[in-house]
């Protein structure tokens, strides 16, 4: 059973990058897409993007401008990086293994990690 | 203002059947995949039901999933106090290449 666990600053300052990190174990990560998911305080949840093990990545086209993800598959992880950050992105930061092909991709989620945007 | 419609809340008595819907579009439910998941108070979300009707091992099987043009539903017999919590659909969208959600439905076991 693969097991997934979100790292990074609980703390980020306006303007400034929010990077996390989601560390794979149980299993291989070179295989299936990996994704970040948020979910603001008392609200619903927002895809953010996927990565293949491969490279290969897709992004939410309302977060596109200011995300990246990338996946280190000889330390079994991936990263996220957002940009600019405001408090609109203050959430929990979940990271999930996805199970994505031909107009099907469901997740099995990490813990998640809260993220504050203040000064 | 999700793109996918789920009802606020919902609610009904132990023992009892409820059912959640999921509202989309042709770009999104109507021609891909629906998944189901379940976020008890506190923690992080947990897949329920994925492929429209099929459930990963560890879902029991009062929950059900269909799917019926642009529309989903959730359905859930013999409610427990224990499946109180926020529950949401998920979908890929062909149009926007991206993963939508739901907004989310809040049921509570009378």
């Known amino acids: 059973q693969v097991q997934l666990q979100e790292s990074g600053p609980g703390l980020v300052k306006p303007s400034e990058t929010l990077s996390l990190t989601c560390t794979v174990s149980?299993?291989?990560?070179?295989?299936?897409?990996w994704s970040w998911i948020r979910q603001p305080p008392g609200k619903g949840l927002e895809w953010i993007g996927y990565i293949y093990y491969s490279g290969s990545t897709n992004y939410n086209p309302s977060l596109k401008s200011r995300v990246t993800i990338s996946v280190d598959t000889s330390k079994n992880q991936f990263s996220l990086k957002l940009s600019s950050v405001t408090a609109a992105d203050t959430a929990v930061y979940y990271c999930?293994?996805?199970?994505?092909?031909?107009?099907?991709?469901?997740?099995?989620w990490g813990q998640g990690t809260l993220v504050t945007v203040s000064s | 203002q999700s793109v996918l419609t789920q009802p606020p809340s919902v609610s009904a008595a132990p023992g009892q059947r409820v059912t959640i819907s999921c509202s989309g579009s042709?770009?999104?439910?109507?021609?891909?995949?629906v998944s189901w998941y379940q976020q008890l108070p506190g923690t992080a979300p947990k897949l329920l039901i994925y492929?429209?009707?099929r459930r990963p091992s560890g879902t029991p099987d009062r929950f059900s999933g269909s799917k019926s043009g642009t529309s989903a539903t959730l359905g859930i017999t013999g409610l427990q106090t224990g499946d109180e919590a926020d529950y949401y659909c998920g979908t890929w969208d062909s149009s926007l290449s991206a993963v939508l959600f739901g907004g989310g439905t809040k049921l509570t076991v009378l």
């Open positions: 492929d429209n009707n």
């Open positions: 999930a293994k996805s199970s994505c092909s031909g107009g099907s991709c469901y997740n099995y």
């Open positions: 042709s770009s999104n439910i109507g021609n891909n995949y």
């Open positions: 149980g299993g291989s990560i070179s295989s299936y897409y």
